[in-house]
T-cell receptor
Framework: GDSVTQMEGPVTLSEEAFLTINCTYT??????LFWYVQYPGEGLQLLLK?????DKGSNKGFEATYRKETTSFHLEKGSVQVSDSAVYFC???????????FGKGNQVVVIP | DAMVIQNPRYQVTQFGKPVTLSCSQT?????MYWYQQKSSQAPKLLFH???????NEADTPDNFQSRRPNTSFCFLDIRSPGLGDAAMYLC??????????????FGPGTRLTVL
């Protein structure tokens, strides 16, 4: 089936540090890929997406590139802020199927 | 701003007492979804409506029902809440379904507590 794997465990880093959250996927068809962010007590917000191979999604300083050869969609930000503290979910949706398959999420804590 | 609205944000109910959660949207999207998210877990799809067509997930308990009286509103009914139903309930919408790249837009969620 369709599934997303995110790196284990929370991520704690200092302000202005470089952030990477790994995401790999398996898909039964051709997927679109998404990163959602969830701030404490809130719903999910779309952070960025990519719909075809080699596309780069970007928003608010975050970037992720759809790599078909490595089935990956890693999230990066060059300089994080305290306000980036949240849970980040990688997700995919296969063409013809409306279900979003989510990864388990990564808690990111940015320390001043 | 177009958006997905959920009411209430926090709901407390008693074990076995029916409860209804509400979702409305100003996006005029065809598809509305209900997800259950338990603590520190990914959201789990319960069901969705494509227009008036209801689509239940195979593993959604019978205790959970939904209604969509019009394009803008969708309700989640929990007929007899158990302690295990305490969770965040997320409503989402998308313009279409099955086209792969269609983004789902989420509301802020309703946190349900069962006493």
């Amino acid at each position: 089936g369709d599934s997303v794997t995110q790196m284990e465990g929370p991520v704690t880093l200092s302000e202005e540090a470089f952030l990477t959250i790994n995401c790999t996927y398996t898909a039964t068809g051709y997927p679109s890929l998404f990163w959602y962010v969830q701030y404490p007590g809130e719903g999910l917000q779309l952070l960025l997406k990519a719909t075809k191979a080699d596309d780069k999604g970007s928003n608010k300083g975050f970037e992720a590139t759809y790599r078909k050869e490595t089935t990956s969609f890693h999230l990066e930000k060059g300089s994080v802020q305290v306000s980036d503290s949240a849970v980040y979910f990688c997700a995919l949706m296969v063409y013809g199927n409306n279900r979003l398959a989510f990864g388990k999420g990564n808690q990111v804590v940015v320390i001043p | 701003d177009a958006m997905v609205i959920q009411n209430p944000r926090y709901q407390v109910t008693q074990f076995g007492k029916p409860v209804t959660l509400s979702c409305s949207q100003t996006l005029n999207h065809n598809v509305m979804y209900w997800y259950q998210q338990k603590s520190s877990q990914a959201p789990k799809l319960l069901f969705h409506y494509y227009d008036k067509d209801f689509n239940n997930e195979a593993d959604t308990p019978d205790n959970f029902q939904s209604r969509r009286p019009n394009t803008s509103f969708c309700f989640l009914d929990i007929r007899s809440p158990g302690l295990g139903d305490a969770a965040m309930y997320l409503c989402a919408t998308s313009r279409e379904r099955g086209s792969g790249g269609d983004t789902q837009y989420f509301g802020p969620g309703t946190r349900l507590t069962v006493l």
